[in-house]
């Protein structure tokens, strides 16, 4: 009889990154029985060790799972599903989990609910929410079949605080019937804090009228320690990196602050920054979308104010 909750953790440079406490926070909460985690990848056995608040920790350990591939991480996840056999399989709906979750449903011939933003157990079993229609209407989804997968949004979770470590339990991996073979990797150049973990995030729209209005975008990112965001219009002018793009086909982003400079508001955007507790909107249109979604507006013409504001905040900063 499958029960429990298992969550994927996941690791970078030997720690564990922080949707992997999220999720374990989120499966305790939902008291859906025996919290485990797995944790696939190649010399990571150390990195097991520093999962809190999980009862158990399976690891899978192969040189094959040296970088993430479809293929290989799905194989190893259904292997740790079988023999854990849990009631529900969450992930973080990371660049992993948005991949892996729906191949590991095909495989175990289950379902899938994708960017979850809230979890709760109805009638013995899991029930998820997310956005909908670009984030205009919200999802309830509940399961027929076993395990219910789901990805969860990052920061939508409190994280698990403290508790002792999990047992590990090493799961056997036959890589053999691996096809896929990385044989390159380059890694994206990005200075300062990663978007997806920003507290605060500045994000350039169209209106910025081409690469060089980002100067003054970019001047109060840094000064607020914070990442730059773009929306989709200014990637596709190739304006700026797709890496940075907010937005239903683009990152999600939950900051504390996200300030939006010269981007409509359109449903597709605030998909992905709708999850943020404090929007501004800079816009010289005092109609745009944006504004509904804002807890703070300024109406005006963003060569104006950006300076005004940067300004204002080195004058505070400096004030102490
Ligand atoms: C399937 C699909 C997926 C999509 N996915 C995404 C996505 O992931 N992310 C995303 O962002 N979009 C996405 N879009 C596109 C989305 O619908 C909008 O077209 C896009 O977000 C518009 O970008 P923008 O707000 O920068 O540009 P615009 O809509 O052109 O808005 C520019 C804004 O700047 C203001 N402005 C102009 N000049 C100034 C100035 N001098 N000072 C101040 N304000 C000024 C204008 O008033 C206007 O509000 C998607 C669309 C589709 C159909």
């Known amino acids: 009889m499958p029960n429990g909750v298992l969550i994927l953790a996941e690791a970078e440079g030997g720690e564990i990154v922080t949707v992997t406490k999220e999720l374990i926070g989120a499966a305790q909460r939902l008291g859906a029985g025996p919290v485990s985690a797995m944790l696939l990848g190649s010399g990571v056995e150390a990195a097991a060790g520093k999962i809190t608040g999980a009862e158990k920790v399976y690891v899978v350990d192969d040189p094959a799972l040296a970088q993430y591939t479809n293929d290989a991480y799905t194989q190893a996840a259904a292997a740790v599903a079988q023999k854990a056999d849990p009631a529900i399989v969450l992930m973080g709906q990371t660049n992993i989990g948005r991949d892996l979750a729906p191949a590991l449903a095909f495989k175990l011939g289950t379902a899938v609910a994708m960017d979850t933003i ?4 109805k009638d013995g079993g899991l029930h998820t929410t997310r956005p909908a229609y670009g984030g205009n209407a919200r999802a309830v989804n509940g399961f027929s079949t076993t395990p219910a997968i789901a990805t969860v949004r990052p920061k939508s979770q409190d994280p698990v605080e403290g508790g002792s470590a999990g047992a590990v339990e090493k799961v056997a991996f036959d890589a053999s019937g691996v096809r896929t073979k990385v044989t390159a990797r380059t890694a994206a150049t990005s200075e300062g804090v990663r978007l997806e973990d920003a507290d605060v995030v500045i994000a350039g729209g169209r209106g910025l009228g081409g690469p060089e209005g980002f100067a003054k975008v970019e001047e109060l990112a840094k000064l607020l320690n914070g990442a730059v965001g773009a929306s989709r219009a200014v990637a596709d002018l190739g304006w700026r990196p797709v890496s940075e793009q907010v937005g239903l086909t683009g990152k999600v ?27 501004v909107a800079i816009n010289k249109d005092a109609d745009a979308n944006i504004f509904k979604a804002a807890r703070f507006g300024i109406v005006g013409d963003f060569a104006t104010v950006l300076p005004a504001l940067v300004e204002a905040i080195k004058k505070v900063k400096a004030e102490g």
Not at 253 to 279: D, E, F, R, W
């Open 118 to 121: 809230a979890l709760e157990m």
């Open 253 to 279: 982003v939950s900051p504390t602050l996200y300030v939006a400079v010269a981007i409509s508001g359109a449903s597709q955007h605030m998909a992905g920054c709708s999850g943020s507790k404090n929007i």
